[in-house]
């Protein structure tokens, strides 16, 4: 019976040391980038990288593309090889390889975060347009789908003509969590302030399979008429899972990409990393979140040591 009960006891610890180095195992991530026309991509991958890299979570590569003007087709990354996909690119269509490899990887459960001008490139993939849900300029108008806003509370499909996309002079305002209890929000303050960032409205597209997690107010169209718009959202594609936010606008120099130093950025970029890949969230919700009327920021993109 003693042997019997050393055995048992030795499977186990086994058991126990093997879900121990499973939970310590990190998800890999890909950043596809390497052209936008209207923003630092190099300041915000490298962002980006230091967000995920010093949470502990996960493992990072960054996949570079051509410049402006050269041969896209040269652009093939193995997105197999990787738990996360996040989209910081604003540039050219990617060859009709890449996009059947990468529609495959969704399909199949793959996992996609999009991040601020990421929803404007490609509009002529359709594919990708149902992978954002929402998109914004690049032509986009009436024929990609609705306008979609919150009015007194409710979802409006706008379908009116219109070019898709706007955005004024970057200002700081209030994010307002609507899906409280997403795994993505769930304990954060319902309502928070974003410090200044380039805010996109007047988003138009597919719409389909999508939940709305967060809104703000845009207040700075020429007609002075401010309505509620969505700013973080989620995707169901095929098995795969999506994640945009719309925040993150990074300038020309290192100096200008204090939109990705709010704290409630980072928090929020991770746990919807975390959920992208797993469908649950694991991160403690951190004291240092910001809330109405209070921003607060991380400069070294990682949690101090009293965030917890």
């Given amino acids: 019976m003693k042997y019997f009960s050393r055995i048992a006891m030795l499977l186990t610890l086994l058991s126990l040391a093997c879900t121990s ?3 310590q195992q990190k998800h890999k991530a890909l950043i596809v980038t390497g052209q936008d026309g209207a923003h630092w991509w190099k300041g915000s991958t490298d962002a980006i990288e230091k967000i995920l890299e010093q949470s502990g979570l996960f493992e990072v590569d ?5 410049p402006f003007g050269q041969d896209i087709a040269t652009f093939r990354p193995a997105f197999g090889n990787y738990n996360l996909v996040i989209a910081n690119y604003g540039g050219t269509t990617w060859s009709k390889a890449a996009q059947k490899d990468f529609e ?5 459960g793959g996992a996609l975060v999009v991040i601020h001008s990421a929803i404007v490139p490609m509009a002529d993939w359709p594919e990708y ?5 929402l998109g914004a300029w690049d032509g986009r108008d009436e024929s990609v789908g609705p306008y979609v806003y919150f ?5 409006v499909y706008d379908y009116s003509p219109g070019p898709a996309g706007h955005h004024g002079l970057q200002h ?3 994010v307002t969590h609507k899906a409280v209890e997403h795994p993505i929000l769930k304990g954060l303050p319902t ?5 200044k960032d380039e805010l996109y409205t007047y988003l138009r597209g597919p719409a389909q399979h999508m939940e709305i997690l967060a809104t703000t107010v845009d207040d700075t169209r020429p007609q002075g008429i401010g309505r509620e718009e969505p700013i973080m959202w989620t995707v169901n594609y095929g098995k795969g899972r999506v994640f945009v936010t719309v925040m993150g606008h990074v300038g020309n120099d290192p100096e200008l990409r204090y939109s990705m130093e709010c704290t409630g950025f980072q928090v929020i970029l991770l746990r919807g990393c975390e959920w992208a890949v ?3 969230v694991t991160q403690a919700v951190p004291k240092d979140f910001p809330s109405k009327g209070v921003q607060t920021f991380r400069k070294e993109f990682k949690a101090p040591f009293h965030a917890k």
């Fill in 191 to 195: 309502v928070w302030s974003h410090f």
């Fill in 151 to 155: 009015k007194n509370d409710r979802i």
């Fill in 104 to 108: 495959e990887y969704m399909a199949n």
């Fill in 278 to 280: 797993t469908g649950k």
């Fill in 62 to 66: 960054v996949a570079v593309s051509p």
């Fill in 21 to 23: 180095l499973w939970a």
């Fill in 129 to 133: 347009n149902k992978m954002t849900a």
């Fill in 172 to 174: 700081p305002f209030d």
